[in-house]
């Protein structure tokens, strides 16, 4: 049974397949989520060089058109369509698979042995599993339901 954010996500996902795919870019994302006092509907978007502003602004006007139509979302929503970023989270097993070999930085929701974040090269990915290489060498394997965010690492 979908939670009622799950369900916008993914009847957004849905109108936003077909005008992600016309245009040859990736979907990486869709959340609703409430921050301060107001809603967001973001729907995060990416091709190969980037993602411009352009880009998001044709995404945004052909989804705003479609939300308009369907008119499934109750609640008033403030509706943005970006790049993931650098610090693009994975989510999805493509994200683990493109991102293979590449440094992750992990979050844990409960600290192992006095820490919480840990940074490695991203070595192996199952359903239920992600396993990293730190710097010295170890393998750290975390179960998915302990990890509360993963991400591509960046240096400043």
Known sequence: MLTRREDIEKRTEEL??????????EL??????????????RAYIDKPGGIAVDDCE??????????????YIADSYILEVSSPGLGRPLKKEKDFVRSMG??????????????????????????????????????LTFE???IALIRLAFDF
């Open 16 to 25: 936003l397949l077909p005008i992600i795919e016309a245009h040859q870019f």
């Open 28 to 41: 990486v994302d869709v959340e609703f989520v409430r921050e301060g006092g107001n809603r967001y509907l």
């Open 58 to 71: 044709t995404v945004s006007r052909a989804l705003s058109d479609l939300l308009d139509r369907e008119d």
């Open 102 to 139: 590449e440094e992750v930085e992990v979050r844990l929701y409960r600290p192992r042995n006095h820490v919480k974040e840990f940074r490695g090269v991203l070595s192996g990915y199952e359903d239920a599993r992600v396993t990293i290489e730190t710097e010295d060498g170890e393998c």
């Open 144 to 146: 998915k339901e302990e």
